[in-house]
Structures are given as C-alpha cells and as structure tokens.
C-alpha cells in the first residue's frame, strides 16, 4: 500500500533520496509507494519517517490521518513549481529526479 495516498502500490520509494541522507540508516527509509506519488514526489524534500515510523511531511502526518493523496501532491508539486521559479530553471525538476 502506497504510504503517500493509500491506494495499491509496490514501488519501493527512498523518503529522503539517497543523495542528501548522507550515511544514516537507509532501511528506517524506504516505504512503499504507488507510481504516481513515487513519480510526483521524486527528490522532494521535507519528508521523514517519524520515530513511530510513520511518514510525516514537514512534520505533518501523511496517510489516512494526515496529509493524503491528491492533496499532499498538489502541495508538493505547488512547492516544486514555486521553487522553480524563485531558481528561474525550468529543468529543475528533471534534474531533482535524477539527483545530480
Ligand atoms: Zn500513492
């Protein structure tokens, strides 16, 4: 079950992208997830595993009791768009995907 939304989804997403965790524990780190919020998401920061290993976004609480599905993506995608245009780059999404 997707940890994003909760519908079906076997994907197994990084909740902080291996590229800026630096050494901590990656299995308190990966949860699964379904295509589009895997997708949507990408490198998107201000995600973390609690420590009742629960998903938050900036400390807010994802899944059935929290932020959910559409919703937290809108938000995320909102935030991804605004940053871009602080940073004036169109590919910066792209570039994030790919954690260059
Ligand atoms: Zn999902």
């Known amino acids: 079950m997707c940890r994003y939304c909760g519908e079906p989804g076997?994907?197994?997403e990084h909740v902080n992208p291996l590229c800026k965790m630096g050494d901590s524990a990656?299995?308190?780190?990966?949860?699964?997830?379904?295509t589009s919020c895997n997708q949507t998401k990408g490198s998107e920061a201000g995600f973390h595993l609690n420590e009742e290993n629960r998903l938050t976004w900036y400390g807010g609480l994802v899944g059935p009791?929290?932020?959910?599905?559409?919703?937290?993506?809108?938000?995320?995608e909102r935030q991804r768009?605004?940053?871009?245009?602080?940073q004036g780059s169109p590919v910066a999404a792209y570039k994030e995907q790919t954690c260059s």
């Open 65 to 76: 009791h929290g932020l959910y599905g559409r919703t937290l993506m809108a938000l995320v």
């Open 81 to 86: 768009l605004d940053r871009q245009k602080r």
């Open 10 to 12: 076997w994907e197994i």
């Open 26 to 34: 990656p299995f308190n780190n990966l949860v699964l997830a379904c």
